[in-house]
């Protein structure tokens, strides 16, 4: 299993992944059934889930039947249990769009929402995050997680989000994160594949965010509120949902 997901995630380009996918989670979730871990995304009960990685496999990580990892089961809770995002009516837009999530999100009466992304079967719209086609103060809400590391302006991205943001509204802009390091690792001479997976952990990746994140997004305009929710929930659920171990989740507001 092991050696099949680390092929598929190097060699298969990511829309035939997306489409693939459909036919192998209906498979999975029946080998996988037990009541050992809980996907708070989907609901649903296993003995275990999925591994994942593409360069390091972590085991029991992904969901057999939405594919959420550690990190959608957390901004789930985080969402749910910190945010108006499921109560109140809001205008969102979602990048790069989670298939974990899009369903799901599209289903909310309470939202307008629009996905977009470069090439993802998922979006509704083809766009390139640096150079959004949406007038100024658009969305209540953007969801662009995990999608800044490979970007190759992340900054002129950042400004895009703040941009089409309305005054009021919060973004979620999750980046992979080496809270060891208090710079941004980023180099423009590392451009083959192979180096970027050594250095950045992924060959699709630019950098590797430090702590100093925050202040591209201060500089930005964004207003940061820190909220380690992780740390709020019992070492019960965090087992049980297979969340991550360190991740600190923040609210990006204009």
Known sequence: MKKLIRFLLSHIPRPWLIRFSLVFMRLA?????????????????????????YNRI??????????SL???????????????FFSEALKVLHLAPEQCFYKRF???????????????PLADIKLDVQHMPFPDNEFDVVI???????VPDDR????????????????????PTDYSMEKTY????????????EHYRQKDHYRLYGL????????????????????????????RYRLPEQEYMYGYYK
Do not use: M
């Open 29 to 53: 979730v029946v080998f996988y059934r037990g009541n050992r871990v809980e996907c708070p995304v989907c609901g649903g009960h296993f003995r275990k889930f999925l591994p994942y990685g």
């Open 58 to 67: 972590r085991e029991n990580v992904l969901c057999p039947r939405c594919l």
């Open 70 to 84: 550690e990190r959608h089961r957390l901004l789930w809770l985080y969402l749910k249990n910190r945010t108006v």
């Open 106 to 120: 599209r289903r909310l009466k309470n939202l307008t929402y629009l996905t977009a992304d470069l090439e993802s």
């Open 144 to 150: 662009c997680n995990h999608v800044l590391e490979h």
């Open 156 to 175: 002129r991205a950042i400004a895009e989000i703040y941009r089409v943001l309305k005054k009021g509204g919060f973004a979620v802009l999750q980046v």
């Open 186 to 197: 980023e180099d423009p001479s590392i451009t083959a594949p192979a180096e970027r997976e």
């Open 212 to 239: 100093d994140y925050l202040k591209r997004l201060s500089d930005a305009g964004f207003l940061i509120k820190e909220d380690n929710y992780l740390e709020d929930l019992s070492a019960e659920d965090r087992g």
